[in-house]
């Protein structure tokens, strides 16, 4: 905690909110965005390998996003317009959180609008709109090595990347379809990035493993527990790791959005009572908005829901 | 020594997030032109440019290694101990960052840190300060990070470069990353990034 007081530093108080000034710009010390930004270029260079990184308790607990927090305050800067997203949804507390944090400690403009956000964060989910060439994508992540629960030793690990043996992750997606007749792994899908790493995409629904892949947009990894940075740099071959005769398949919905009648978007499953009453929205709740501002109504939205009301 | 010491950044924390934006952009995008501005004033024949590099990356946990040209001027050296704290090495594998000021004198690429297997990000990242960085001509390149194929024309460059690199691809993922500055801009190669044959 001692970097937050930092008075040391010359800091144009002129270009940054008065309730910055007891902080460094986006909170951290100088030296550890220094550490922080090496990472991030090494982990650009060799796309979807783990760089470890002396990663800092933050003013908030492990699981929170510290990660993706200390990747983002790295790379801000006082142009930057930030969105933060938890599982889709711009106005959860997590969310919340991390967009107050850094509207205090950096002065930075803020957004729940994809199009108007240069860096967006995210807790395990990627933006239903396609992203922008210059937008960056920080992810906030739990478990960054994909075979850990296959391979409890970092020693072997390391080595399995080393050696580019993935074999264990096959077997584990073949057991997949030896016990349920398809690959039920249905989040943090493991992705093979530009031929050569498999990587972890995060526990996102494998709904969004096709996004990552040519897309226009940076994605930055980071895990703040497990103190790895990772990297897929812009238009770069991410594949989601399959079978010949069970290919992947992302997850299909049976109706489309109850609110704003999207089909072929990721739906959160609502329960409206007790009686087994229930609804199926879009988990993206700026793709839901725009759709309903311009007119798009689905089969349990009240009459003259105005754009932005809350559900 | 009575040499007075030039100044760093004028704003350290805004000018080294520029910098290292700049850097990460190019990285992204290899083979593109970003825009580098900046203002120091650096003892010859450190560039600004150069500079910024190492004032926004370098630091105790970073050693930096410097070409014969900018090792021949004590007040280089002198320059970027007192504004990073870095130490300067003498064994270029021993650098995170290699800043060169004459390219085509330099060691070659595998003179540097490669990294392991295990550990491929443990690689000196050599940044060379160049004449020329033009995109839309010159050198093409694929890789990740670039749509289809990207051109940049970089001058000068050692004069078996493109072995050099050929070499330094295939010892993927280990690697050294070559970042190019030029008076205003920056351009990267990292090592996933290969450069066709021309013709």
């Known amino acids: 905690m001692r970097a937050a007081m930092r008075d040391d530093l010359p800091f144009p108080r002129t ?12 909170y951290l010390d100088e030296q550890t965005k220094r550490m922080i930004r090496r990472a991030i270029l090494k982990a650009i260079a060799i796309p979807g390998y783990q760089v470890p990184f002396a990663s800092r308790e933050m003013p908030m607990p492990y699981g929170w996003g510290t990660g993706g927090v200390q990747v983002t305050a790295a790379v801000l800067g006082p142009d930057d317009v930030l969105k933060v997203i938890d599982q889709g949804s711009d106005d959860t507390t997590n969310a919340v959180s991390i967009r107050r944090f850094f509207a205090k400690t950096a002065g930075v403009a803020t957004t729940t609008k994809t199009r108007e956000a240069t860096l967006i964060q995210t807790r395990h989910r990627i933006p239903e709109e396609p992203l922008r060439d210059g937008q960056i994508l920080v992810y906030q992540v739990p478990i960054p090595e994909p075979l850990r629960f296959l391979e409890p030793r970092e020693t072997e690990t390391r080595k399995l990347h080393a050696l580019a043996d993935y074999g264990l992750m096959h077997v584990k997606l073949y057991e997949d379809i030896a016990r349920h007749g398809h690959i039920a792994t249905t989040y943090a899908y493991p992705v093979e990035v530009a031929g050569r790493y498999v990587m972890d995409p995060s526990p996102t629904p494998k709904f969004d493993n096709p ?28 594949r989601s790791l399959d079978f010949e005769d069970h290919p992947f398949r992302i997850q299909t919905f049976k109706q489309p959005c109850a609110l704003c009648g999207a089909e072929g978007g990721y739906l959160d499953e609502v329960v409206l009572d007790d009686r087994g009453g229930r609804m199926f929205v879009c988990s993206d709740t700026d793709f839901c908005e725009e759709r309903r501002a311009a007119g798009h109504r689905g089969a349990m939205a009240a009459d003259g829901d105005a754009a932005g009301e809350t559900r | 020594m009575s040499i ?6 004028t704003e350290p924390v805004f000018d080294a997030q520029r910098v290292f934006r700049a850097v990460m952009d190019a990285t992204a995008r290899p083979a593109t032109v970003q825009p580098l501005a900046t203002d120091l004033a650096p003892p010859a024949p450190l560039t600004p440019e150069l500079a910024a590099v190492a004032l926004a990356l370098a630091d105790h946990e970073a050693p930096l290694w410097l070409d014969a040209a900018l090792a021949a001027v004590p007040a280089v050296a002198a320059y970027l101990r007192f504004h990073t704290g870095a130490r300067i090495v003498e064994a270029p594998d021993e650098a995170a960052f290699a800043l060169v000021a004459e390219p085509d004198a330099m060691p070659p690429l595998g003179a540097f840190a490669v990294g392991t297997d ?32 990207a051109d940049i024309a970089i001058a000068p460059l050692p004069g078996d470069f493109l072995v050099q690199r050929a070499a330094n691809r295939a010892l993927f993922p280990r690697g050294v990353d070559c970042v190019f500055v030029a008076p205003g801009s920056v351009a990267a190669l990292p090592r996933t990034t290969q450069i066709l044959p021309e013709g």
């Open chain 2, 4 to 9: 007075a010491l030039a100044p760093g950044f």
């Open chain 1, 211 to 238: 996004k990552m892949d040519m897309c226009a947009a940076l994605q930055l990894f980071g895990a703040g527990r497990e103190k790895r940075i990772y990297a897929v740099p812009p238009h770069t071959r991410v």
């Open chain 2, 118 to 149: 295990e550990y491929p990000d443990r690689s000196t990242t050599v940044v060379m300060a160049v004449r020329r960085l033009a995109a839309g001509q010159g050198l093409a390149c694929e890789g990740p990070g670039i749509l289809g194929r």
């Open chain 1, 15 to 26: 270009e940054v909110g008065k309730e910055t000034e007891a902080y460094n710009f986006a």
